[in-house]
């Protein structure tokens, strides 16, 4: 158990309406990522962050911002949610370099 | 850009048999490979991490190798039991630094009883 929580764990949602997700460690772990898992997709990870206010997008990164004022919060944020967008959506850390990446139980998402 | 694949989709065997999964990736330039195990409706557990240097990891009954030049890992796990059924993914660690990960969609596996 790493200590990583994700708030809510599912949330419905309707189309256009924005929608935070949270990810909280209890470790002071410099990088974080958000990823989201689509059948038929795998795990894409969305942004990422490498410190307070240090953050990069990755891979599906248009339609999501992401922030983080404080080292255990990284907020995740669909400022106007689509249904392209109903996924589960994983965050992670990592304690070292090369260390594995530590995920949280997940946000289950469904925007209709 | 790096592309992860992994086969077979789905993989069912008899409880004790020995059996390989497969994990291949298009760019050797890897950090790190690394398994993972997914519970139906869980997040993922790190099972193995392969540094790029490194040609294997062993824990218990599983041993992961790596072959970048070839662009490949296998994990295999010895005497299977019911309770390794699960999905099993493989990552290439990419860009040192931010060791973003790129996935394979998974190997489900059932081991019968």
């Known amino acids: 158990d790493a200590g990583i929580t994700q708030s809510p764990r599912h949330k419905v949602t309707e189309t256009g309406t924005p929608v935070t997700l949270r990810c909280h460690q209890t470790?002071?772990?410099?990088?974080m990522y958000w990823y989201r898992q689509d059948p038929g997709h795998g795990l894409r990870l969305i942004h990422y962050s490498y410190g307070v206010k240090d953050t990069d997008k990755g891979e599906v990164s248009d339609g999501y911002s992401v922030s983080r004022s404080k080292t255990e919060d990284f907020l995740l944020t669909l400022e106007s949610a689509t249904s392209s967008q109903t996924s589960v959506y994983f965050c992670a850390i990592r304690r070292g370099a090369g260390e594995t990446q530590y995920f949280g139980p997940g946000t289950r998402l469904l925007v209709l | 850009k790096q592309e992860v694949t992994q086969i077979p989709a789905a993989l069912s065997v008899p409880e004790g048999e020995n059996l390989v999964l497969n994990c291949s990736f298009t760019?050797?330039?890897?950090?790190?490979l690394q398994w993972f195990r997914q519970d139906p409706g869980k997040g993922l557990t790190s099972l193995l991490l392969i540094q790029s240097s490194q040609r294997e990891q062993t824990s218990g009954r599983l041993n992961a190798s790596l072959d970048k030049s070839s662009g490949r890992s296998t994990l295999y796990i010895a005497a299977s039991q019911p309770g390794d059924s699960a999905t099993y993914l493989c990552a290439a660690g990419i860009q040192g630094g931010s060791e973003k990960l790129v996935f394979g969609k998974g190997t489900k596996l059932t081991v019968n009883p």
């Open positions: 470790e002071n772990h410099r990088y």
């Open positions: 760019d050797s330039a890897i950090y790190n």
